[in-house]
């Protein structure tokens, strides 16, 4: 099987050879042969999400693919590369400040173990 995906100039960066079924991001990134520069960090990327965190490989690697779509749009429009990275982390900063905002918290305790299952079955509904 041949897959190739990217941005306009950078269509043909990625080929992957699957010989196993794979129905998550971190293993299906793993099997690919990448040749191009971007591609090959956001198999890095990924790898390094699944090291960190176990979870959310393909997610991050959508979020990139987005951020890296966008700054191209910058670029064309004559933005200069670091005021692109300089909004981004402005922009990140917005995103942690909120996050502090909109964050919520439950109480359990070794008696009262429901809310913590019910996070954890929420959580981990998509994996089954």
Do not use: W
């Not at 690919?32 to 490989?57: F, Y």
């Not at 690697?61 to 933005?79: C, F, K, R, T, Y």
């Not at 590369?81 to 439950?106: D, H, Q, W």
């Amino acid at each position: 099987m041949e897959l190739s995906s990217g941005f306009d100039d950078l269509q043909d960066f990625i080929y992957v050879n699957i010989d196993r079924a794979a129905n998550d991001g971190a293993t299906i990134l793993e099997m690919m042969e990448v040749e191009n520069q971007i591609g090959k960090l956001l198999v890095e990327l990924s790898k390094s999400q699944d090291q960190e965190i176990g979870d959310g490989t393909t997610g991050v690697v959508v979020l990139a693919g987005a951020l890296l779509e966008h700054a191209e749009a910058l670029l064309d429009m004559g933005i200069h590369p670091l005021r692109i990275a300089e909004g981004y982390e402005m922009a990140c900063k917005v995103a942690t400040a909120n996050l502090e905002k909109i964050k919520s918290t439950f109480t359990f305790s070794k008696d009262d173990i429901e809310p913590l299952i019910k996070t954890c079955m929420t959580t981990l509904s998509s994996k089954m």
